[in-house]
Each structure stands twice: as C-alpha cells, then as structure tokens.
C-alpha cells in the first residue's frame, strides 16, 4: 500500500511497514484495509459495554472537555515557544499514562502561574514573561490530549460530530478573549485584573474534569472483539511511524497555513480596522498614552466566536455528506475552505478605505471559510493515527502549525507593512 498511488488519501495504515492495523475499515475512525468478515460499527449499546460508560456520560464528558478549552482562550499565553517544547513531552505522557490526570495538572498548574503572574510589579517584567512561558503547560496537556479522550468514546459520524462540538471552543475562546479581556480592563482600570479571572475558571474545569471525566481504554471502540489490546511502542518508533505516514504529514501541513492566517488575523485585525477607521475620518487616531477604543475588538471578537461556530459545523456537515461518495472528502473540504478564504480576505483589505462594513462581511467570510479545517484536521489525525500514537501525533503537528504558522506570522506580517509607506498607507498601518 505505501507504494501506490491510487489508495484512497485517508485509508491507510498509520505506519506501512506495521500491517494493518485492527478496526473498522473505510470509514473515520477506522485503522484498516476494506476486507470481508470486518465488524460492524459499534451502535449506542455496543459502545457503552466496550467503554463502560453511557451515552449521556459520553456526552457529559465531551461538554466538560469543551468548557475547559473554551476557558483558556481568554488569555493566550504569551509564549508560543514554550507549548511547543511541552506539547511533545506531554504527548508522550498521554500515549501512556492517565489522562485524565495529566489534564487536570497541567491546568491547575497553569491557574497557579496564571494568578501569581497578575500580582508581578513593573520592573520585574522578566518574571512576568517566565510566568507566561510557564502557562504554556495547560496549553501542551490540554490540546495534545483531549482529542484522544474523544477519539476513545465515539467513532465514524458520532466522532466528527463530537469533535465539532470540541472545537466549537477554540474560535468562540478566542473571541470570547477579546470582549472578556477588553470589558474587565475597562472595569476594573487595570490589566491585570484580566489574570485573574481566568484562574478561578480553570479551577472549575478542574473539578469538572476530576469529577465527570472518566479514562476509557485506548482504542478499544476500534478493535474487533477477539483482538489484543494496543502496547506503546518506543518513543522514536512513533515519530518514524508518523514521517512516514502520508495523510498525517500533509493535513498537518495544510493545517500550519491555517494557522499562520489565524495568527496574523489575531494580532493585527482590530488594529488594522482601528487605522481604517482613522483613514475614513470615523474615530480620532490612537496616540502612545491615550485609552483607544476596544470597539473594533468586541466587533472582531464577536465575528470571531460567530464564524467558528458556523464554520467548524459547516465543514463538519458538508464533509459527512460528501464522504458517502467520495473518501477523499475530508482534505478536498479542508482545502476548499483554506483556498476559499484567500479572496474574501484579500477583498477585506482592499475595501478597508472604502467601506469598513465591506471589510467586516468579507472577515467574517474568510473567517467562516477558515474554521471549516479545525475539526475535520483532528478528525483526520485520529482515523489514520494508531491509539497508541495519537497524543504524540498531536502534539507534533500543534509543533509544527505553530513553528511554521502563528509562530511568525504576525511577526512577518507587521515586518511587511512597515517598508515604502506613503502618507495614506502610514495613516492605515
């Protein structure tokens, strides 16, 4: 199968040269090839006597999960660096030990640095970056495992679905950021404030994980009955496994260009729609020293959490609809969104000195366009990732998205608007 170029993208095995793997073949979820006598997909009683525990706990589990992701987009660590030099230790704990633990630690950890870091004075500005990179842990625990949890309870169309709702959290977290972050600075007059909200809201996704979320085993909705259970391989025999295997190395390709867009979009959207508004004559400029608006904030946040909804459900839908004829689904809606949203955005800068409600509707286009990749991307590691892989697999490609993607773009991005700035294009940027 490794040399042939008409298997279907998203069909094959996690490593060649491991064989076929045990599952459900030719559907997500599945870790196979399409032969006769293979098991049906388990329904609700099935899985529940597998995982050993019931739908509605399932479920339960998922919604505490969500919570627990949505949470952490009001402050984003500073560090991007330091999630990426945690997420593969932490992968590599959650291929083999408890996960539920590893979770809650790594976000009560994070809650303690969270809160003690709002309390940093001025000249101590060094502490106050160590105390960030440090809340790169939850990021690291959280993201690489909490989909392998999911990817343990559900399969097929139940799985997609689920992780739509999972990743429902990532954009409205995010944009929930912006209007949370922004009114608490404007309430209580000082920053800092912001710090120390979000401690108390990690401690409550700690309880919610500690008491609700139980562990299942690993794989075991995938297996067929008579099948022995997975065992870790090495830590090295993962990552040659995981070069090697096609599917994984190109979404997590196309993922990090997903994440380099959302990246700049970020940083520099509200600031960019604020010096739009200054060329339109529409608000006064923003100079070192004065209180500037957080108008186009609460806007873009508010576009933010809309379009990640729309979009992660979207491309969840249209996706599910389209596999049942073509398997090859899943990458094309992926790629349909990421190449879709390109115009939309370019047409959102060019309208930004004529109409900033022009610009408004084409972000929230290309926004929408963008969110349709967050679920299907994850749906895809899962179904042609071994069990026994999996956290490692995330946690490489948050590595990846983020070293190639959000990493730099903003940097690039703000490098590039500064050289050749006549008087109109100084005013705008």
């Known amino acids: ?90 992968g590599y704990l959650g291929d083999r030990y408890n996960r539920k633990y590893l979770m809650c630690g790594g976000i009560a950890f994070w809650s303690l640095v ?36 999911i990817a343990d309870l559900f399969v097929a169309d139940q799985r997609s679905r689920m992780l739509s709702v999972f ?16 009114k608490v600075k404007d309430v209580a007059g000082d920053w800092h404030w912001a710090l120390r909200v979000t401690p108390g809201l990690g ?45 994984f190395t190109l979404s997590s390709l196309g993922f990090t260009a997903v994440a380099f867009v959302t990246g700049s979009l970020a940083l520099w959207a509200p600031a960019f729609l604020l010096r739009s508004r200054v060329v339109l004559g529409e608000t006064a400029p923003c100079l070192p020293g004065d209180s ?39 990458p094309l809606v992926c790629a349909a969104g990421l190449l879709g949203s390109a115009p939309f955005l370019f047409l959102a800068l060019a309208c930004a000195r004529g109409s900033i409600v022009a610009t408004y509707i084409f972000i929230f286009i290309g926004e929408t366009l963008l969110s349709m990749n967050w679920a299907i991307v994850a749906d895809i590691l899962l179904y042609v990732v071994i069990p026994t892989r999996r956290s490692t697999a995330e946690a490489f490609q948050i590595v990846l998205s983020h070293l190639l993607g959000d990493a730099g773009s903003p940097y690039l991005i703000g490098l590039g608007s500064c050289p050749r700035r006549g008087p109109r294009t100084t005013a705008l940027w």
Not at 69 to 80: H, N, P, W
Not at 167 to 182: D, E, H, M, N, T
Not at 220 to 234: G, W, Y
Request: charged fraction near 15%.
């Open 114 to 149: 969270t809160l003690g870091s709002s309390f940093i004075p001025r000249e101590r500005f060094w502490l106050l970056l160590l105390t960030r990179g440090l809340g790169g842990v939850r990021e690291a625990s959280y993201s690489t495992i909490a989909p392998t949890l």
């Open 1 to 90: 199968m490794a040399g042939s170029d008409t298997t279907p993208f998203l069909s094959q095995a996690d490593d060649p040269e491991d064989g076929p793997v045990p599952g459900t073949p030719g559907l997500p979820g599945s870790m196979g090839n399409a032969k006769s006598g293979e098991p049906e997909i388990p329904d609700r009683e099935g899985l529940q006597r597998i995982t050993g525990l019931s739908p509605a706990r399932s479920a339960l589990i998922v919604a505490v999960l969500c919570y627990g992701d949505s949470s952490s987009g009001l402050i984003q660590t500073v560090f991007i660096s330091s999630y990426m030099v945690l997420a593969p230790v932490f």
């Open 292 to 330: 500037c608006s957080s108008a186009d904030s609460l806007i873009f946040g508010l576009i933010t959490c809309l379009t990640g909804v729309l979009g992660v459900g979207l491309g969840v839908e249209i996706s599910r609809r389209l596999r049942r004829s073509n398997p090859r689904a899943d």
């Open 167 to 182: 990743y429902f959290a990532i954009p409205v977290g995010s944009g929930l950021g912006y209007i949370a972050g922004s």
């Open 203 to 247: 401690v409550v996704a700690v309880l919610l994980l500690f008491l609700v979320v139980r562990e299942p085993p690993r794989g075991a909705v995938e297996r067929h009955s008579d099948s022995p259970p997975l065992n870790p391989t090495s830590w090295w025999a993962d990552l040659r496994a995981l070069a090697r295997n096609p599917s």
